[in-house]
């Protein structure tokens, strides 16, 4: 079997995200938790998305584990892997996002990398290298009272530098809106000029489509579900892969409890778990307790158990900044 697209998710939430993006494309796509095995059996199938764990994780073993997926989807026949990463672009200075691209970059000898977190589906746009959230700055957004990654720099260009060894340049919109030969070409000077990324702007889906089938060109690309948009399509555009009207690779549906877990702390998340309070139980999770011992995870477990039977519940340790 060989894959049209791999795909390395930072997180298992944007995988799924990601993998229902790649779905609603015409990609029979599946989501693996964690490096399969090597002997795993697969379904014939379009596309893969590793989930890992490693958004905020040491850099060292972010670099590790995705190289690890690198190579699992490469030996699978992945001429393209997109490593994902959110769409608020989440890491510190110290990381994630540069030390992981530089080293998939060096692996598949890459030289300058098409980079943009945009979907603006979901209101996430880049313009002049600056990520807005709706129509704001990401540094105006409440993703600057992130507990883990605090965003206090709207400037995905500067952001970016603090993290990558190599320089990072930018594609602006008037150079996608010129569509794929124009954005390759601009890639293609900043990497004469030692660049090993470009932040792409992208303002509309036509933005992400122009980028997608740049970035294909190339063994790597960095971004977004926006971005996974746009590489499906231009994959089909291509003939690289076939549209499929039906993307289910099972036919018996998956039945039992169900229970929803939420951990984010986004306003988002804080808005959907209110709301879900009205229709279902919620047990909120004291995170001290968390921290200090099993015994909180027990309580979870035997307060779901006792529930479970009588319809979805969910368990969160989301909460707003100040707590």
């Known amino acids: 079997m060989s894959l049209a697209l791999g795909a390395i998710a930072d997180d298992y939430t944007g995988a799924s995200d990601l993998a ?10 599946v989501q693996t938790i964690g490096i399969p095995a090597a002997g795993l059996d697969l379904p014939e199938v379009d596309a893969v998305v590793v989930s890992l764990k490693i958004r905020s994780v040491a850099a060292a073993q972010a670099v590790e584990r995705a190289r690890a997926a690198d190579q699992w989807l490469r030996a699978r026949g992945a001429a ?12 510190t200075d110290a990381g994630n996002i540069g ?6 970059r060096h692996d598949v000898d890459e030289k300058s990398v098409l980079v943009t977190p945009a979907f603006p589906e979901t209101g996430r746009t880049v313009y002049q290298g600056n990520l807005f959230v709706g129509a704001v700055p990401l540094n105006e957004s409440p993703l600057k009272d ?13 952001v970016l530098a603090r993290q990558s060894m190599a320089a990072v340049g930018s594609v602006d919109l008037a ?11 601009r890639n293609a000077a900043l990497s004469q000029d030692g660049a090993g990324a470009a932040i792409a702007d992208a303002v ?19 971004g977004a579900s926006g971005l996974g948009l ?39 998340t804080l808005t959907q778990i209110a709301r879900a309070e009205e229709t279902m139980p919620v047990l909120r999770l004291d995170p001290e307790r968390l921290m200090s011992g099993v015994a909180e ?23 707003s900044p100040e707590v």
């Open 20 to 29: 229902n993006t790649l779905a609603k494309e015409g990609l029979r796509t």
């Open 80 to 91: 393209h892997v997109m490593y994902k990463i959110c769409s608020t672009f989440d890491s």
């Open 99 to 104: 030390p992981v691209l530089d080293a998939l």
């Open 146 to 158: 992130h507990p883990l990654n605090p965003m206090r720099d709207a400037n995905l260009v500067r």
């Open 175 to 185: 150079t996608v809106a010129r569509g794929a030969d124009a954005i390759r070409a």
């Open 204 to 222: 509309f889906e036509s933005d992400l489509e122009a980028i997608g089938a740049a970035a294909l060109a190339q063994r790597l690309s960095v």
């Open 230 to 268: 746009g590489l499906a399509r231009g994959l089909v555009a291509a003939g690289t892969a076939r549209r499929h009207q039906r993307t289910v690779l099972r036919d018996r549906p998956v039945g039992g409890p169900a229970a929803c877990l939420a951990g984010s702390c986004s306003r988002a």
């Open 297 to 319: 995870t027990h309580r979870a477990l035997a307060w779901a158990a006792a529930r479970l039977a009588d319809g979805p519940v969910l368990i969160a340790s989301s909460g």
